[in-house]
């Protein structure tokens, strides 16, 4: 039986029609004063459609770190917002101009989200991948993951610092 680890992507599934209907609730909170507690754990990434002009807003979990803001996907939204450059986020319940470079080397995809996993367990249970000893993501799962589609992408603030420092960039995306 295939698991999230095999087929990263929610479109079609039970927690994707769960997430769908969740969404503009996040979406709600995480843009207002009360995004405490989620703002711990979800960033919105804004951008606008490269043909429609729409702009697109989705509520994403993510990490940080020493080396930038990681967020893990096996849906394909994150080819639009590369393809666009900056892109829009309001992390803690500020937003910032940002850019989203994704991860597209699978060694190097494995070997980031294997890091990010091992130091952030919680992240690594949102992605579906099982462990194999302790807390250490199955190698062979992750590795069917990112064959099958799943992306880190990594957030890089306009200001350059990883950890949010900077000038206020309030208003909406």
């Not at 996040?26 to 754990?41: G, Q, Y």
């Not at 990490?63 to 309001?90: C, K, L, P, Q, S």
């Amino acid at each position: 039986m295939k698991g999230r680890a095999d087929s990263p992507a929610l479109h079609g599934t039970l927690l994707g029609s769960l997430l769908h209907r969740w969404n503009p609730l996040m979406r709600l909170f995480l843009d207002s004063r009360f995004h405490r507690p989620l703002s711990r754990w979800f960033v919105l990434v804004s951008w606008t459609g490269r043909r429609t002009r729409r702009v697109h807003t989705i509520p994403v979990s993510y990490v940080r770190d020493d080396t930038g803001i990681f967020v893990t996907t096996g849906d394909r939204w994150w080819r639009y917002v590369v393809g666009n450059g900056t892109v829009r986020i309001a992390l803690a319940g500020r937003w910032r101009t940002a850019r989203a470079v994704p991860i597209t080397d699978s060694a190097e995809s494995i070997r980031e989200h294997d890091r990010i996993f091992r130091e952030h367990p919680w992240f690594r249970r949102l992605s579906g991948i099982p462990t194999t000893s302790g807390e250490r993501p199955d190698a062979a799962a992750l590795a069917r993951s990112v064959a099958a589609g799943r992306t880190l992408i990594r957030i890089e603030l306009e200001t350059g610092d990883p950890r949010g420092g900077g000038a206020d960039d309030r208003g909406t995306p």
